[in-house]
């Protein structure tokens, strides 16, 4: 049967360094995974299809709160931890409690579980979640446009419903996201990527999805989730950090593993930074990556009618993901709200519905803002429910998502939307353009 190994995940990263360490090896028997941060996950299974020939009857992924349990009733010789966005304490509070029950504590590294691609690769990470790298990720296709190059994005796994049917997914219109059945979550990521008329990859097998993005591509842009790694080899390793959250480079598992291997380290939203915050950071970056090229970047942030938000009564909704596991506590909407002089800004809480109740039970930070949670249905009947309860005059949107289309919303809105902008030299086009460059050369292309 080989060693016995539970790989504790979140619906990514774990099945990624499944697929390409323990899938074929028989010296090694995978008994579940775990699942947290992503809502109905767990109580499902890994399917046959996805996991080989060695687990005819799948995988089962189980709640992480199951963890102990497991770990008492069967013999359990390996746990391997595998998703991102965690304080290095509590990856160790997951160690401690493998080694108390006799098992060994693993984190994969890089060497096992990055492919290696035949385009180049630019990659775009983060430290912490809600850093920008979305944005950073459309500047960067659109540089590469510039030079003539083809490029494709690569996008972190986001695989909430049919897993087998999610193995490989390509995103090039809306008509993609409808037949896909993707949540608000999925197409915050995806939407204004294809608005930039980009295709998009993602899904579950990377190894598939790097043969067929590639076949397509000149560059490949990854554009991580959370402050994970990248699963593919980069030429360029992008890594976003936030001033507001200073401190947290070298906090969070494995956030400061993105910034040491960081080739070019992006300080973002300096222009709603102090002064001391970005100094902060600036510390750190030399204590840690001194030898990475530094770009200080801003949020260049646009409101549809800022005149009809001055006076007025405003509910802010802003990226789920880095409200909740990102720690933050405001985000565009809240800073384009203030700069335009909404009179007030109404407090949701009292008024959540459903499963968004519980978020603000489990994350307390959370005041005057609304997480754009819609994980599954469930969480998006919630979501639309209670933004309607809320008395407000108006409802501003900082989703990457047009949630106005997806959600039935009672209240006028407004989308916040915000991209990449340089703040100062070197810019980001200043620091690519020799690689660009020398790439778009060898692809035979010519801007």
């Not at 013999?75 to 029950?101: I, N, P």
């Not at 598939?208 to 842009?221: G, M, Y």
């Not at 005041?367 to 429910?385: C, F, K, S, T, W």
Request: aromatic fraction near 6%; proline fraction near 7%; include cysteine.
């Amino acid at each position: 049967m080989g060693r016995s190994v539970i790989i504790l995940g979140a619906a990514g990263r774990d099945f990624h360094n499944f697929n390409l360490v323990f899938r074929e090896d028989p010296s090694h028997r995978v008994l579940a995974f775990t699942a947290t941060q992503i809502p109905a996950i767990a109580g499902r299974r890994y399917p046959p299809r996805l996991a080989g020939p060695l687990y005819p009857e799948g995988i089962p992924i189980m709640e992480e709160s199951e963890l102990d349990a497991l770990l008492r009733n069967q013999a359990v010789d390996l746990v391997v931890f595998a998703y991102s966005d965690v304080s290095h304490q509590e990856v160790m509070h997951r160690a401690s409690l493998a080694l108390a029950r006799g098992a060994d504590f693993l984190l994969l590294g890089a060497r096992r579980t990055q492919l290696a691609a035949e385009r180049p690769v630019v990659s775009v990470g983060a430290v912490r979640t809600g850093c920008g790298k979305s944005a950073v990720t459309r500047k960067v296709c659109a540089l590469a446009r510039a030079r003539g190059l083809r490029p494709v994005v690569v996008r972190h796994p986001m695989p909430y419903g049919d897993l087998a049917r999610q193995a490989v997914q390509r995103f090039a219109a809306y008509a993609d996201m409808e037949a896909m059945e993707c949540t608000i979550e999925e197409r915050e990521e995806y939407e204004p990527l294809l608005d930039e008329g980009l295709v998009v990859y993602a899904g579950v097998d990377y190894q598939a999805i790097l043969r067929r993005a590639q076949a397509e591509a000149d560059l490949l842009v990854w554009d991580g989730g959370n402050n994970d790694l990248p699963f593919f080899r980069p030429d360029v390793h992008l890594v976003l950090l936030d001033p507001h959250r200073a401190g947290h480079e070298r906090r969070y598992y494995p956030g400061e593993s993105n910034l040491l291997c960081a080739d070019v380290a992006i300080i973002a939203k300096t222009d709603s930074a102090t002064p001391a915050q970005i100094a902060a950071v600036r510390e750190s970056l030399a204590r840690l990556r001194p030898e990475a090229e530094v770009i200080l970047a801003a949020s260049a942030i646009e409101v549809e009618r800022p005149e009809a938000v001055c006076g007025k009564r405003v509910l802010v909704v802003e990226d789920g993901p880095s409200l909740t596991h990102g720690g933050m506590s405001f985000g565009a909407a809240t800073l384009a709200a203030r700069r335009a002089g909404a009179a007030q800004l109404v407090d949701p809480r009292p008024y959540a519905q459903g499963t968004l109740r519980q978020a603000y039970a489990d994350h307390p930070h959370l005041e005057r803002v609304l997480p754009a949670l819609g994980y599954g249905e469930e969480q998006m009947r919630d979501l639309e429910a209670s933004i309607n309860a809320v008395p407000c005059d108006l409802v501003l949107f900082a989703t990457p998502s047009d949630l106005s289309r997806l959600l039935a919303i009672r209240h006028p809105c407004l989308r916040v939307r915000y991209g990449y902008a340089d703040a100062g030299h070197p810019t980001l086009d200043e620091v690519l353009a020799p690689r660009l460059r020398q790439w778009a050369s060898a692809a035979g292309r010519a801007p």
